[in-house]
C-alpha cells in the first residue's frame, strides 16, 4: 500500500547560493532531500555552471 510521505520546503547553502528542496519524512522516520529542479537550474544559468554541479553539491550540502 502506499504511503503519503510529510514534505516540507527545505533551503540549503551551496557554494553557488542558497537552493530550495523539499525535504521528504519517509515512513521510517528517515529523511530524503530533493533539490527542486527551478533553483538549481536558475543557479546554475545565473553562476553559468553546470545544471548537474548545482543540483550534486546541493545534495552533498544536505547529507553534510
Same mark, same amino acid.
Given at each position: 500500500?502506499?504511503? $503519503? %510521505?510529510?514534505?516540507?520546503?527545505? =533551503? ?9 528542496? $523539499?525535504?521528504?519524512? %519517509? &515512513? ?19 553562476? =553559468? ?8 553539491? &546541493? ?6
Amino acid at each position: 500500500s502506499r504511503h $503519503k %510521505l510529510e514534505r516540507r520546503q527545505h =533551503n540549503v547553502e551551496t557554494q553557488y547560493g542558497t537552493v530550495v528542496g $523539499k525535504l521528504a519524512i %519517509l &515512513a521510517d522516520g528517515s529523511m530524503s532531500f530533493s533539490p527542486e529542479y527551478e533553483s538549481c537550474r536558475q543557479i546554475a544559468e545565473d553562476k =553559468n555552471v553546470a545544471l548537474k554541479d548545482v543540483y550534486e553539491e &546541493a545534495r552533498r550540502a544536505y547529507c553534510g
